[in-house]
């Protein structure tokens, strides 16, 4: 099956028992034993629940690989692949990532003795190799930069060493590129963004390529209990079944956005993976289907960046990314807060960059909002 059919009918289709269409929503805690030492599938929600097992079954099936988890938020699923690890291993990060993935490496991990590595040039990356290094860990596209990582050339590295290769696809979704096919050992996902597709929910996914490792994560799963709950389980699954209707959409009008914004004299700078002259487009076509729908930019000096957010209209100003509604956020004070003060200086993560998840509103209207939101927000001299 392609993908447009998979995502539709991959994974536990409907109910057997009753033919309905979509699977039920199994709003239970526990499971009749028939008798004493006897259960059948199911014991207890926590270890395993129809609804939950279905989207688990979706998201192995759409990215290729052999089993998959729903946790109860991406970080959760983060968390848990962290768990896989041990004191005094080291795992090496992309530069600019989600900050809540930095966040929980240096505030939660490091205290139990599993340490990072920050990696900015990937050419270079045996330097950073040593004996305790276990895994890389990388987004591609990263988050807010959209720095393209080549997913290939360093799962070839990662597994010369014997190193894990774990990707966030939280922005490239499995309808535009599959990171097990690219040689990744993990796929991570915040189910909250793309996926889900509604902004009403929060909720995480793992999937792994291996026996072993699946084993291991639902060992964690079950011991750690970080689990979707069997509606939010639901709503992944009815959020999925359009995925790639609404991934073409918010594709063609990032495309036009940041096409049309590049030329814009308010702005210094556009950062998208489909503008022809952005450094990674090129790996970006080979090994993605698409460039997805987040677009990040950086205001010229002479625009009040406060006096822009505060004057746009259809676009919702907020956190998060990735639902049909146009979402704009200030990666510095908002999702990337949580990364050191120098580093995000140094990457550029800094107040005139905003980071905008084009939704799938006309493409003239998101544009016409962000234009006169630009020309309110103009300093006039002396001010
Ligand atoms: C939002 C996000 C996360 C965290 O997911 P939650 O569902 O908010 O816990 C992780 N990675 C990326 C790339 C994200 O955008």
Do not use: W
């Amino acid at each position: 099956m392609n993908i447009e059919s998979l995502l539709i009918h991959g994974g536990i289709e409907g109910d057997k028992r009753t033919g309905a269409v979509n699977i039920p929503i199994y709003q239970t805690s526990t499971y009749k034993q028939s008798e004493f030492g006897k259960h059948a599938d199911y014991e207890y929600s926590r270890t395993g629940n129809p609804t939950r097992e279905a989207v688990e079954k979706l998201i192995s099936d759409i990215e290729g690989g052999t089993r998959g988890f729903a946790f109860a938020s991406g970080l959760a699923a983060i968390t848990a692949v962290l768990t896989l690890f041990k004191s005094g291993d080291k795992i090496l990060i992309t530069n600019n990532l989600y900050g809540g993935t930095f966040r929980v490496l240096d505030k939660v991990f490091k205290n139990f003795g599993i340490n990072y590595d920050i990696i900015d040039n990937f050419d270079s990356i045996e330097n950073h190799i040593d004996k305790n290094t276990k895994a890389i860990f990388i987004e591609s596209p990263t988050n807010p930069l959209l720095d393209v990582v080549d997913i290939k050339k360093v799962s070839e590295k990662a597994k010369k060493h014997g190193l894990l290769t774990i990707v966030d696809n939280t922005f490239m979704t499995p309808y535009f590129q599959n990171p097990i096919s690219l040689g990744s050992d993990i796929v991570v996902h915040s189910g909250t963004k793309y996926l889900g597709g509604h902004s009403d929910l929060v909720a995480g996914l793992v999937v792994v390529n291996d026996d072993e490792l699946g084993e291991r994560i639902h060992f964690i799963q079950n011991a750690t209990g970080g689990i979707l709950q069997p509606f939010d389980s639901f709503l992944l699954i009815r959020g999925i079944k359009t995925l790639s209707v609404r991934m073409d959409r918010h594709e063609e009008n990032a495309v036009y956005i940041a096409n049309k914004l590049s030329s814009n004299k308010s702005i210094n700078k556009v950062y998208y993976p489909g503008l022809e002259s952005h450094p990674g487009h090129l790996i970006q076509k080979s090994q993605a289907r698409g460039f997805g729908g987040v677009i990040t930019f950086r205001l010229n000096e002479d625009v009040d960046y406060i006096k822009f957010i505060n004057n746009l209209d259809l676009i919702t100003f907020g956190e998060s990314l990735g639902g049909v509604e146009s979402l704009l956020c200030h990666p510095a004070t908002m999702t990337h807060a949580a990364l050191p003060v120098d580093l995000r200086n140094r990457l550029g993560i800094t107040e005139r960059l905003i980071r905008l998840s084009v939704g799938i509103e006309n493409k003239e209207d998101i544009l016409k909002d962000v234009e006169n939101a630009l020309i309110i927000a103009i300093k006039k001299v002396g001010e």
